[in-house]
């Protein structure tokens, strides 16, 4: 899959970009099934013209840029996104800069600025989707600006048990640890990737040693609950299952205001430093809470682990 990064202002088009295609426009976090749809309608119907599909996202997020703080971490961070897009068969992805200049473009700017300079046949967006200077522009908007020299198409709304399927939806679910919930929206298994680094190396001294995830690069993502999960843990080819930890660790660090995330691997030993480990959340086990002592903290770890095997159906020493 090719990518393009657009500034503006730019002058397009750039060099390599397809003359001609089908194009799914939207911010497109967590690239849910209500996502899906919209970008497999631009991939059929790019199949069925005989043109490349692309997607044109945005980043970094719209809402974080407008002052929206709830937005400031991602569901799917951009190399997540790509990744996801490139599985579902997009030729091309333009990733636009999102900045406040930019957000001032008037609808029929980013029409003429953008759409018609990428020679776009057909232009795939939700029902929602909104673009142009505080959010003015609407299908309908854009189906006036078109004025034929492209097709638009919109995609009606995702719905599942009669509510529409939306980012919001998945982050409240998150932030409940309900990780099935979440997982259904998505379509997948919500997971959080980053670099195993030094901890206070303290699990190794209570017999459950913990491969700590790089804070800066897990903050990109938006954290479930603080608590305990089942976890699949996946890194170069190798899979295991595990015991997942987020929260500020209070039987220790009583100050600490900022969730860390640290996973403790099944019938594993070994040296995790500067891997790029793939946690997926599979199940939510409990809340996390502070222990009256190190002892107390031990066993009801011990505790914890023995309901991950159970509830995965693992035995001691058996990596599915």
């Known amino acids: 899959m090719q990518v393009f990064h657009i500034q503006y202002p730019t002058r397009l088009p750039l060099e390599g970009m397809p003359s001609s295609q089908v194009m799914a426009i939207g911010e497109f976090d967590?690239?849910?099934?209500?996502?899906?749809?919209?970008?497999?309608?631009?991939?059929?119907?790019?199949?069925?013209?005989?043109l490349p599909a692309s997607v044109m996202t945005f980043d970094p997020h719209p809402r974080a840029v407008l002052g929206h703080d709830n937005y400031t971490q991602s569901l799917t961070p951009l190399a997540k996104k790509l990744e996801l897009f490139e599985q579902m068969g997009v030729h091309c992805t333009y990733i636009v800069e999102f900045h406040p200049e930019f957000a001032k473009l008037t609808p029929a700017e980013f029409v003429e600025q953008f759409l018609m300079p990428l020679g776009v046949s057909s232009v795939i967006v939700g029902f929602d989707f909104r673009f142009g200077h505080r959010g003015s522009g609407t299908p309908d908007t854009l189906c006036e600006l078109s004025r034929g020299r492209f097709a638009v198409e919109v995609v009606r709304p995702f719905l599942m048990d009669g509510e529409k399927v939306s980012s919001t939806r998945i982050r409240e679910h998150l932030k409940a640890g309900q990780m099935e919930e979440a997982g259904t929206l998505l379509g997948r298994r919500y997971t959080v990737r980053g670099l195993v680094v030094e901890g206070d190396k303290r699990g190794r001294t209570i017999g459950f040693p913990t491969a700590n995830?790089?804070?800066?690069?897990?903050?990109?993502?938006?954290?479930?609950?603080?608590?305990?999960?089942?976890?699949?843990?996946?890194?170069?080819?190798n899979v295991y299952y595990g015991a997942a930890n987020i929260g500020v660790k209070p039987t220790f660090s009583g100050d600490r205001k900022l969730p860390v995330l640290e996973v403790?691997?099944?019938?594993?030993?070994?040296?995790?430093?500067?891997?790029?480990?793939?946690?997926?959340?599979?199940?939510?086990?409990?809340?996390?809470?502070?222990?009256?002592?190190?002892?107390?903290?031990?066993?009801?770890?011990?505790?914890?682990?023995?309901?991950?095997?159970?509830?995965?159906?693992?035995?001691?020493?058996?990596?599915?």
């Open 30 to 50: 967590g690239v849910h099934l209500g996502h899906r749809e919209v970008i497999s309608r631009a991939v059929q119907t790019g199949a069925s013209l005989d």
């Open 213 to 237: 995830i790089d804070p800066a690069e897990s903050e990109a993502y938006v954290m479930p609950a603080n608590g305990v999960y089942a976890v699949r843990v996946i890194w170069e080819g």
């Open 264 to 320: 403790h691997l099944l019938d594993y030993e070994g040296d995790l430093y500067g891997r790029s480990l793939e946690v997926e959340f599979l199940y939510f086990i409990r809340s996390e809470r502070k222990f009256s002592s190190v002892d107390e903290l031990i066993m009801q770890i011990g505790t914890d682990v023995k309901d991950i095997r159970t509830k995965l159906s693992i035995l001691p020493h058996k990596n599915l």
